[in-house]
């Protein structure tokens, strides 16, 4: 009780007892008092104060100690523990003495982890494995069917409606169908594909690693399995490349059906079985099962193409071995040992043993029988009869003469520079066998006959006088005479039938002499007169 005080009714100025403490009653009130239960003393102040509501005992006015029955003792903020008359939206921990408040929007919760209730508008959510909180939205949360709180969408979901059907992701992250029944956001889309159908990802069919506007269509493939085109509009994977080309560096293109090995479309490196490796005129390497047109290399690696000219060859490109319809299978004028397909038959001739043109000599333009049986000539030469009665082409016939009534020309006798009509007819003799001609008889001798004397310019024997069996020079230069003419014993160079006047007959030298004695004209004997 007060000692001294300012009024009847409060603030006491001084107490009866040593031990009262001054206690502020109420509002502007100061008492004294003994027991100072309820009440705390303020560092700043002379005077007690009393604790907060429901508090039996406090330390401060932010710090309770002891709770009204019925009251509980609890955490109101970071830095007041004071007592409240309900719990609700308080927890008491196991390790404390004092009630936490719960976290915010809980209206009710047994742990700072695990709100059961929550305010108007909010919602109570698995904010993690071991937390259940409320919230004040449930963007990013879905609530399961069998399940009285939500839960939070899968990792990047913005919105779901269940664990396995997310409807919004994060930025940067992509929609994607994670099973047949599961679609979930993603941070990366390699291994899916967005296709115009579909407004999220779905993936990609092993083995593709990425791939694109199908399950099926391949961008890039898992290790051991190689990027190759199946069909016109997909790229797939595939672990086996031995009949495939590799394209532009990217892709993998299977080679022609016929090729069993290739490193282009147009260019095979081995052949499916009963196909063959041929070489086309574009430098190409492709598999035929139909080779007509084609030899085998000499190495026997590839078939190249024959000829235009050909229609099967071998060997070489120009060696045939058949020809079109258009065309014959002859002897090659380049080269004996090969056969080419002609239009023109001029210059061949038809070998029945095998069945091919063989060419005529080269100086005849056809030939019959054999090659070298001419039948007619190129311009520049001439058909001539050979002493085995077969022909052939000469470009020089000065010892030839044209058969009368024929195209073809026979040898001059041996004898006869030239000749007509028949070989042994000359016009000219051989000089080198010392033939010389009979004027106007078409002969060559190689004596002049008697007769005749040897004009060695001429190269003819020309007729000596009637008279003259041998003559030399001329007509009248007498060797010898023929029978029934005599010479005049002093000059033999002429031939007398009768003696001359004045000469008479030696008829044991067979020559006339002068034998008249003048003035006889004519004797019978030298010796008469």
Avoid at 33 to 62: A, Q, V
Avoid at 217 to 222: A, D, L, T
Wanted: glycine content about 2%.
């Amino acid at each position: 009780m007060c000692n001294s005080c300012i009024d009847l009714i409060n603030n006491c100025l001084t107490c009866k007892k040593l031990t009262s403490k001054f206690v502020e009653i109420s509002t502007g009130v100061i008492n004294c008092l003994e027991e100072t239960n309820g009440y705390y003393l303020p560092t700043d102040s002379t005077y007690y104060k009393r604790c907060p509501i429901y508090c039996l005992n406090c330390t401060s006015d932010t710090n309770c100690t002891l709770c009204e029955t019925n009251t509980f003792l609890a955490e109101i903020s970071s830095s007041k523990i004071n007592c409240i008359s309900s719990n609700n939206g308080y927890y008491l921990p196991t390790d404390s003495t004092y009630y936490k408040r719960c976290p915010i929007y809980c209206l009710n919760c047994t742990s700072d982890t695990n709100c059961t209730l929550c305010e108007k508008n909010t919602f109570l959510a698995e904010i993690s494995s071991s937390k259940i909180n409320c919230i004040f939205s449930d963007k990013g949360y879905y609530l399961p069917t069998d399940s009285i709180y939500y839960k939070r969408c899968p990792i990047y979901c913005l919105n779901c409606t269940s664990d396995k059907n997310c409807t919004l992701c994060e930025t940067n992250t992509f929609l994607a169908e994670i099973s047949s029944s599961k679609i979930n956001c993603i941070s990366s889309n390699n291994g899916y594909y967005l296709n115009k159908e579909s407004t999220y990802y779905k993936r990609c069919l092993s083995p593709c690693a990425t791939c694109q506007e199908s399950s099926i269509n391949c961008k890039s493939c898992e290790p051991n399995y190689y990027l190759a085109q199946i069909d016109i509009s997909n790229l797939n994977c595939i672990s086996d490349i031995t009949d495939y080309y590799l394209f532009n560096t990217s892709y993998y293109v299977k080679c022609p059906s016929s090729c069993k090995t290739c490193i282009s479309a147009s260019y095979c490196t081995s052949c499916n079985f009963n196909y063959f490796l041929v070489e086309n005129n574009q430098g190409q390497r492709l598999c035929q099962d139909n080779i007509i047109g084609y030899f085998l290399s000499l190495d026997g690696s590839i078939r190249k193409p024959c000829s235009i000219n050909c229609l099967s060859c071998e060997i070489s490109e120009s060696n045939c071995t058949s020809c079109d319809k258009t065309k014959n299978l002859a002897e090659s004028s380049n080269n004996s040992l090969y056969k080419t397909c002609i239009t023109d038959l001029t210059g061949y001739l038809l070998d029945l043993k095998s069945n091919y043109y063989k060419l005529c000599s080269p100086k005849c333009k056809t030939c019959e029988n054999n090659e070298n049986n001419c039948k007619s000539c190129y311009d520049g030469f001439y058909l001539v009869l050979t002493p085995t009665n077969s022909f052939e082409c000469r470009d020089n016939i000065f010892n030839f003469f044209l058969i009368s009534g024929q195209n073809y020309y026979q040898q001059c006798a041996e004898k006869c520079a030239t000749c007509i009509d028949f070989p042994t007819k000359c016009l000219t003799c051989n000089s080198a066998k010392f033939y010389i001609s009979v004027k106007n008889t078409y002969e060559c001798v190689q004596k002049c006959p008697d007769g005749y004397w040897q004009n060695f310019i001429e190269n003819q024997c020309q007729l000596c006088h009637p008279s003259c069996k041998k003559c030399l020079d001329d007509t009248s230069n007498c060797l010898e005479c023929f029978e029934g003419y005599f010479p005049l014993k002093e000059n033999k160079n002429l031939c007398f039938k009768e003696c001359p006047f004045g000469y008479i007959l030696n008829s044991i030298d067979k020559y006339c002499e002068l034998s008249c004695i003048s003035p006889c004209n004519k004797c019978s004997d030298p010796n008469n007169v």
